[in-house]
């Protein structure tokens, strides 16, 4: 009986609940007949507009105007007033306000600087520290796309995100599933820059914030940020990885291996930043799918989704001009395309003027040659590169991608003189430089557990010059070609939510041609070298939020050496308490292709690396051993990450290392250690980014056969600090100021007293201990403005200032000796000096 009562209160309680609701909703055309008869007004609409139309007027809500305001933001229809008595009601230009807040899927945290957008239209916020955003003036029928690196993109109309009483709706985003998922730490640095948990950084380009300095988000230098990547004579085409030479980074573009990384001789990046979607930069602890890189792995990748909408941008600054467009052609298949051409063939601003006296300092182009004026001297110089994809989806489960990338550096020098006869003569040198890239993919899912991945690569490099020179009356012809095929399978099986297995097998093929030619006297010399590897890889990779785990091994054959090379990798990350982290990185790694220089002057003395292949007698495979360990605490949008390292490379020459010493014409293999630890402290927040980064570095060669044996290494920079702060004053306005400090690079100075020694008839520079000098610290202060508008309703537009070296600090970068001309018995001090002050502007439009 009891029983009963309890169950027949609880049912009227329940229907009393529903009618009291029920009271408090009216159909929006009741409530429209009641405002009419209170305030004696008349509503114009449509029945189907206001047909299944709930709404409830707050009590406090007396007057009409308050309630036609607040029925305008509650509901999707667009209330006005034609005049004091009548009132339209309609969906006509009806704009709403939308917000929501987002949360990870896997531990519901707030999504920080998740980009969000309108299409068709220039609106876009970026969301706040607590995953919130809010946009005005929005259509009811608009799209609104939300994207966040290593998330699924998600979309929505605007009505469905309406504003409703200061009540904003949640929304939870799935991370994307890929290998396995890596949780990452939200904004790094700058908005865009993320780190993920197996210790690579992730470069998000389409939410990319400026950096200090450029104008545009230039992939190579924007990874200089991070600590531990340096560049000690500021070029893109020279990135110093823990110690490492240029030629020692795996560089990829959508798989393709690149040879060649910048414009103007290594001042601009040569990749386009607009198509490539993210880059992912490793410095250890690299997935054994990858190896041929003994200091790091720079893996670019391209957008690679087809959208329904054409899109694109385009924009000129003082050097040069690009466009880039996405042009769906159907709902399966669409074309993305891009370009970039300098205009400095045609126009000299004073931004190409300090980056040609930067690039050609010290070259033919700007030593003085006896008997020729410098009214008698003109080069023309020009870049350009481009790359296109093509996507295509047979269904959600088969893919494919088909790609093409060009990059290409032209110059020409003429001289002209007047010979024997009284005659007036030209010649002209000319020197180019081209990576041309060829690659194609399909992507498999065959279950929800079992995907594969099959590609292949085609990558071209070419350095040809042809030098005149007057002085001789010689011509020297030098050429370094690279020929690489590839091809790779990948495996992926998903055990369950937490274990990933990776099974592959990659096969290349690489040829390297070198050759000189010189007219006078007559002499002729090619040399070309093949070498092919075959490489299995496997991989168990564990993640449950808690712990991550990826062990993996690769094995490596050089056919022509029978060679074989086993290489394991650990990469391991522990969380001790919910914001503190320990990990521990480790690899073993090869490489086969390295550059050199054989003499000073190759190629005009502007580009004087070539590369070459191994013989394992006089060139060894090189080979790198690295481990490192640290921790990272992340709490309040602070973060606190410390590592130690050591690497050990095995395999290095003389020759490739660019010695300006006595070692620089022996041949000699050796080896370099570095050790050191990297501090970085970084805090963002919804308005502002600030960041330090200090790097401690001991990197010394030892070479056995040389004497001394054991001698700091070219590239040992012992203490390194960059600062940085960006802060958005507007909401269209961000500024960012930032600054590089470190100790000079090692050099050698002439013995004092006994500059010089003489060999026959040549008389050299007698060096003294190598590298026992250091030149003076290096420092400088970039800033950085930007300003985004609207040019149209569609059309979104950006003003970006930049400004290298504010203080035009004369930062000496190279400095080496030569015989005095005019006195054999002393020498002549020449120092090579980074950029000076160096102003850019940028104008840039987006659709």
Known sequence: MKLNKALIFSVVFVFFTVQLQAQEQLALKTVISNLESTFNVKFSYSVNDVEHVQVHIPKQLKTLKNIVNYLNEVTLLNFQFLNERYITVSTLNKTITVCAVLVANNDEQPLFGASVVVKKTSKGVITNEKGLFTLTNVAVNDVVEISYLGFETARFLAKDLLKTDNTCKTIILNEQQETLNKVLVYKFLTTGLQKQTDGSTVLNTKAFGILPGLTEPDILQSIQALPGVESVNESVANINVRGGTNDQNLILWDGIKMYHSGHFFGLISAYNPYLTNKVVVTKNGTSSEFSNGVSSTINMQTKNTINNEFS???????????????????????????????????????????????????????????????????????????TAKLLFNLNKNQIFRAHVIGINNNLDYNEAFTDANNQTQSKTSNLKQENLGFGASWNAVWSTKLTTNFSGFY????????????????????????????????????????????????????????????????????????????????????????TYVRLGVRFNYFQKFSKFLIEPRLNFRQKLIPNLAFKLLGEFKNQSATQIIDFQDDFLGVEKRRWILANEQSIPISESKQISSGFQFNKNNWLFDVEGFYKHVNGITTSNQGFYNNFQSINAIGNYTAKGAEVLINKTAANYSAWVSYTYSLNDYEFKTLTPPVFPNNVDIRHSVSVAFNYNVLKNLNIAIGGVWRTGQPFTKPVEGNETVQSGNNVFVNYDTPNS????????????????????????????????????????????????????????????????????????CQF
């Open 312 to 386: 694109g941008g385009f924009g000129a600054n003082l050097m040069h001009a690009d466009a880039f467009f996405e042009i769906p052609i159907t709902k399966k298949l669409a074309f993305h395309v891009s370009g970039r051409r300098s205009f400095t063939d045609y126009l000299n601003s004073p931004t190409y003027d300090k980056y040609f006296n930067r690039s050609f300092q010290d070259s033919e182009l700007t030593t003085n040659v006896d008997n020729i004026s410098e009214s008698n001297r003109s080069s023309n110089f020009f870049f350009y590169d481009y």
């Open 459 to 546: 990558s071209k490099y070419n350095v040809f010059s042809n030098d005149y020179r007057v002085e001789t009356d010689q011509e020297l012809r030098q050429t370094n070609e690279v020929l690489e095929t590839g091809l790779k399978l990948k495996v992926n099986y998903k055990l369950n939510n937490y274990i990933n297995l990776l099974n592959g097998y990659e096969f290349s093929e690489i040829g390297i041609l070198n050759a000189t030619n010189v007219s006078a006297p007559a002499y002729d010399k090619t040399k070309k070298d093949v070498l092919l590897n075959h490489a299995a890889f496997n991989e168990l990779e564990f993640n449950n939020n808690k």
């Open 773 to 844: 000098e250091n030149l003076e610290d290096f420092m400088r202060v970039d800033a950085s403005l930007n300003y985004n508008f609207n040019l149209t309703k569609s059309l979104k537009s950006s003003i970006k200032i930049g400004v290298i070296n504010v203080l035009d600090k004369q930062n000496i970068v190279n400095t080496y000796y030569e015989v005095n001309p005019n006195d054999t018995n002393t020498t002549i001090k020449i120092e090579n000096t980074s950029l000076g002050l160096t102003p850019n502007v940028s104008f840039r």
